[in-house]
T-cell receptor, first 114, second 110 residues
Framework: EAQVTQNPRYLITVTGKKLTVTCSQN?????MSWYRQDPGLGLRQIYY???????DKGDVPEGYKVSRKEKRNFPLILESPSPNQTSLYFC?????????????FGPGTRLTVT | GEDVEQSLFLSVREGDSSVINCTYT??????LYWYKQEPGAGLQLLTY?????DMKQDQRLTVLLNKKDKHLSLRIADTQTGDSAIYFC??????????FGAGTQVVVTP
């Protein structure tokens, strides 16, 4: 089954404790991205990757890091999480050959930073 | 950059039609999308429309695009309780990047 998976689905952590949220897709998609969803703000892009070893900042990259060492994986790293990073995070992927730029979303990771 | 706006809440009676509206600012947007988010789930693509189309129909869903006014709408006919969700409008900007609206919470009442 074609899908985007994220782990963990729920995470409660404390300020300053490094964490990684994993994202994996099995569709051989070139493009992957991370979004955060906050009430009243919709989805805002954090980082994106056009292919392996190619990453770039989205609209709200501060406090986040990413890497793309393999095509299928695109982890999101919070080196020193702060309470304002409490949010719902989504990973998405799409094919570079898709004419409609359709993105496939993971189920989301709800992060709480205390 | 692209700015996408939509109303935040819509209440509709079961069996009625729902209309969700969206405006965008980038006239070069190539594709416009409607995504649905059910509670506790990720976003699911409902439908999309290419910018050279005025209308697209897909079963109970009708998308209308007014390029002159940069206005997009989604009509759901015969709204069911299973249609209760958050609906996101999204548009590609001139770089092909997706910009989302804030989402419209649709509540279907019996």
């Amino acid at each position: 089954e074609a899908q985007v998976t994220q782990n963990p689905r729920y995470l409660i952590t404390v300020t300053g404790k490094k964490l990684t949220v994993t994202c994996s897709q099995n569709m051989n998609h070139e493009y992957m991205s991370w979004y955060r969803q906050d009430p009243g703000l919709g989805l805002r892009q954090i980082y994106y990757s056009m292919n392996v070893e190619v990453t770039d900042k989205g609209d709200v990259p501060e406090g986040y890091k990413v890497s793309r060492k393999e095509k299928r994986n695109f982890p999101l790293i919070l080196e020193s999480p702060s309470p304002n990073q409490t949010s719902l995070y989504f990973c998405a992927s799409s094919s570079a050959s898709s004419s409609s730029y359709e993105q496939y979303f993971g189920p989301g990771t709800r992060l709480t930073v205390t | 950059g692209e700015d996408v706006e939509q109303s935040l809440f819509l209440s509709v009676r079961e069996g009625d039609s729902s209309v969700i509206n969206c405006t965008y600012t980038d006239s070069s947007s190539t594709y416009l999308y409607w995504y649905k988010q059910e509670p506790g789930a990720g976003l699911q693509l409902l439908t999309y429309i290419f910018s050279n189309m005025d209308m697209k129909q897909d079963q109970r869903l009708t998308v209308l695009l007014n390029k002159k006014d940069k206005h997009l709408s989604l009509r759901i006919a015969d709204t069911q309780t299973g249609d209760s969700a958050i609906y996101f409008c999204a548009a590609t900007d001139s770089w092909g990047k997706l910009q989302f609206g804030a989402g419209t919470q649709v509540v279907v009442t019996p």
